[in-house]
């Protein structure tokens, strides 16, 4: 079935540093990729998103490229700062049709330390 | 615009006790996805909820259940509480003409004891 894989966390950088968190994917056909955040205490928000191979998602400073040949969707941002603190889910969905589910990785939790 | 909510936010119940968890979909949405988030871990699908029919359910044992009812809201119950069933429970909700992509309300927490 259709899942996905993300480096296991924590992650724990210093402000200003460059963030990169790996994911990939399995599954049939062509699904839409997407980052979710969670900051502490709170649900989920979508933070970026892309729908076809070689598009890129990009929002608050954070990227994703959907890399069909490699089966990827990394997750970077070039500075990060204290307030990106939280956990990073990536996630895969078909969305072509009313009954598809988003199915989550398990998380990277990231320390952004002043 | 409201988006999704969720009531109540959070939740303290008894083994072998029954628990009823709310959501309300965005305006405009007809359709709910109920997803659990056990602690340190990705959400993990439940069900989905259509013209007030459970569509489609994932990998959950029968004492999970739900409702949607014709305002296109949603219930969750689960019976028999187990201490495993602690989790974040989230509800997300969609539209065919929004491309199906689903928004998530904040979640109720649920502890069982």
């Known amino acids: 079935g259709d899942s996905v894989t993300q480096m296991e966390g924590p992650v724990t950088l210093s402000e200003e540093a460059f963030l990169t968190i790996n994911c990939t994917y399995t599954?049939?056909?062509?699904?839409?990729l997407f980052w979710y955040v969670q900051y502490p205490g709170e649900g989920l928000q979508l933070l970026l998103k892309?729908?076809?191979?070689?598009d890129k998602g990009s929002n608050k400073g954070f990227e994703a490229t959907y890399r069909k040949e490699t089966t990827s969707f990394h997750l970077e941002k070039g500075s990060v700062q204290v307030s990106d603190s939280a956990v990073y889910f990536c996630?895969?969905?078909?969305?072509?049709?009313?009954?598809?589910?988003?199915?989550f990785g398990k998380g990277t939790r990231l320390h952004i330390l002043p | 615009d409201a988006g999704v909510t969720q009531s109540p936010t959070h939740l303290i119940k008894t083994r072998g006790q029954q628990v009823t968890l709310r959501c309300s979909p965005k305006?405009?949405?007809?359709?709910v996805s109920w997803y659990q988030q056990a602690l340190g871990q990705g959400p993990q699908f439940i069900f989905q909820?259509?013209?007030?029919?459970?569509?489609q359910r994932g990998n959950f044992p029968d004492r999970f259940s739900g409702h949607q009812f014709p305002n296109y809201s949603s219930e969750l119950n689960v019976n028999a509480l187990l201490l495993g069933d602690s989790a974040l429970y989230l509800c997300?909700?969609?539209?065919?003409?929004?491309?199906?992509?689903?928004?998530f309300g904040p979640g109720t927490r649920l502890t069982v004891t």
């Open positions: 305006s405009g949405h007809d359709t």
């Open positions: 892309a729908t076809k191979a070689d």
């Open positions: 996630a895969l969905s078909g969305f072509m049709n009313r009954d598809d589910k988003i199915i």
């Open positions: 997300a909700s969609s539209s065919g003409t929004g491309g199906f992509e689903q928004y």
């Open positions: 599954a049939t056909g062509y699904p839409s």
């Open positions: 909820y259509y013209e007030e029919e459970e569509r």
